[in-house]
Nanobody, 116 residues
Framework: QVQLVESGGGLVQAGGSLRLSCAAS????????MKWYRQAPGKEREWVAT???????TYSDSVKGRFTISRDNAKNTMYLQMNSLKPEDTAVYYCNEVTIGQKSYWGQGTQVTVSS
């Protein structure tokens, strides 16, 4: 089992920055890919970014160049640094980690609101 606890959301003006955190506990040694998703009101959940256990990162086109996914292995914490935020980035953000055994775990979500 893996438990994920998110933090760092909030209200920010357009052009501002936020850093989301996702702290993992439990069977973290089995994690091999880490992702961030988001879900805006009335929309489906969409993928934002991925980091593999080897450190390879990929981003959706909508956030590429503005968001950075990273992980501090010593703290068992994943981050999403969000810069140049836009009102359309407003959503509930979820971290997701998948184990070698293909079990998927989700954080509880954290609200990000970007005002224009």
């Amino acid at each position: 089992q893996v438990q994920l606890v998110e933090s760092g959301g909030g209200l920010v003006q357009a052009g501002g920055s936020l850093r989301l955190s996702c702290a993992a506990s439990g069977s973290i040694g089995s994690i091999y890919v880490m992702k961030w998703y988001r879900q805006a009101p009335g929309k489906e959940r969409e993928w934002v970014a991925t980091m593999s256990i080897t450190g390879t990162t990929t981003y959706s086109d909508s956030v590429k160049g503005r968001f950075t996914i990273s992980r501090d292995n010593a703290k068992n914490t994943m981050y999403l640094q969000m810069n140049s935020l836009k009102p359309e980035d407003t959503a509930v953000y979820y971290c997701n980690e998948v184990t070698i055994g293909q079990k998927s775990y989700w954080g509880q979500g954290t609200q990000v609101t970007v005002s224009s």
